[in-house]
């Protein structure tokens, strides 16, 4: 299995500010994900990851908002640019292990105020 | 396009009793795997059971075990001896198996809401 420290665990944030996560990872990965979680609702996967190219969005999250970095194959870190309130939530690392399954970080509960 | 549909959004087991958790995905994958994770109040999402769905016989984990029923493309989860610290929201999670070229995606259910209650 993958040990995954993600950080901050939490953050209060003004709106128009910036935060980014970090996440660290204690094996060489080859895809890393991010996901948010927004209040009382499931994962929906932002954006994924692979080390020497630029990240790939899902569906309504842009780069411009969301920039990932993954510099090499065991850290990325993801942030959150010109924050508003529905930004708040709480978002997920996540690495693919053995192409098999997936483990998770501990997530960052981000509020913007 | 993958779907994962929990329908219970919130369900209760007295403690030492069982629940079953129910998940049912839409998929016209042949080869996949299918997950139950936890998340306590921590955040944590933690992996509680996983199956292959090559695989015709039940996974089982200690007190966690799966009904799976690739045909009828349902997956339950059934927590026998409940505990209080099985009180999470528990997401029933597919994961279509890419080669090596792609990425593998989780896709999730809504989760359902668990208390035990002592």
């Known amino acids: 299995s993958a040990v995954i420290s993600q950080k901050p665990s939490r953050d209060i944030c003004q709106r128009g500010t910036s935060l980014t996560i970090q996440c660290q990872v204690d094996s060489q990965v080859t895809m890393m994900f991010w996901y948010r979680q927004q209040p009382g609702q499931s994962l929906t996967l932002i954006a994924t990851?692979?080390?020497?190219?630029?990240?790939?969005?899902e569906s309504g999250f842009v780069i411009d908002k969301f920039p990932i970095s993954r510099p090499n194959l065991t850290f990325s870190t993801l942030t959150v640019s010109n924050m508003s309130p529905e930004d708040s939530s709480i978002y997920l690392c996540?690495?693919?292990?053995?192409?098999?399954?997936?483990?998770f970080g501990q997530g960052t509960r981000l509020t913007v105020v | 396009a993958q779907t994962v549909t929990q329908s219970q959004p919130e369900m209760s087991v007295q403690e030492a009793e069982t629940v079953t958790l129910s998940c049912t995905y839409d998929?016209?994958?042949?080869?996949?795997?299918l997950f139950w994770y936890k998340q306590p109040p921590s955040r944590q999402m933690i992996l509680v059971i996983r199956?292959?769905?090559?695989?015709?016989q039940n996974a089982t984990e200690n007190r966690f075990s799966v009904n799976f029923q690739k045909a009828a493309k349902s997956f339950s989860l059934k927590i026998s001896d409940s505990q209080l610290g099985d009180t999470a929201m528990y997401f029933c999670?597919?994961?279509?198996?890419?080669?090596?070229?792609?990425?593998?995606?989780?896709?999730f259910g809504t989760g359902t809401r668990l208390t035990v209650i002592p």
């Open positions: 990851a692979n080390q020497g190219s630029e990240a790939t969005y």
């Open positions: 996540s690495v693919e292990w053995m192409d098999t399954e997936a483990f």
């Open positions: 199956q292959e769905a090559y695989k015709q």
């Open positions: 998929t016209s994958e042949n080869n996949y795997y």
């Open positions: 999670a597919f994961m279509k198996q890419v080669g090596k070229t792609g990425a593998n995606n989780l896709f």
